[in-house]
Nanobody, 121 residues
Framework: QVHLQESGGDSVQAGGSLRLSCVVSEDTYSNVCMGWFRQAPGKEREEVAT???????TYSDSVNGRFTISKDKAKNTLYLQMNSLKSDDTGMYYC???????????????WGQGTQVTVSS
């Protein structure tokens, strides 16, 4: 059973930065798509960033240029560096492990419990 544990969420002022981490229980995560998602109160969960098995990142338009997704194979950890945070970035952030080496919308089978990010203006 794959286990994902997020950390790094916090309350910050707009314009600040945070780095989220997601420790994955199995090293097979490096061979599949990994992603970060978020859900704000009253809104649907949305994809924030993904990274495929060969390390190609993809970002939503709302975070492109401000967020960076990366993974450290030696530490079995996925990261999300978030800069120039805005109040709209507030939400619960989840990491997810995909089922294939390439990323596709419905292709995530394992999820963490989430870490809360709150950005105040």
């Amino acid at each position: 059973q794959v286990h994902l544990q997020e950390s790094g969420g916090d309350s910050v002022q707009a314009g600040g930065s945070l780095r989220l981490s997601c420790v994955v229980s199995e090293d097979t995560y490096s061979n599949v798509c990994m992603g970060w998602f978020r859900q704000a109160p009253g809104k649907e969960r949305e994809e924030v960033a993904t990274i495929d098995a060969v390390g190609t990142p993809t970002y939503s338009d709302s975070v492109n240029g401000r967020f960076t997704i990366s993974k450290d194979k030696a530490k079995n950890t996925l990261y999300l560096q978030m800069n120039s945070l805005k109040s709209d970035d507030t939400g619960m952030y989840y990491c997810a492990q995909g089922l294939r080496g390439y990323c596709y919308t419905a292709g995530f089978g394992y999820w963490g419990q989430g870490t809360q990010v709150t950005v105040s203006s």
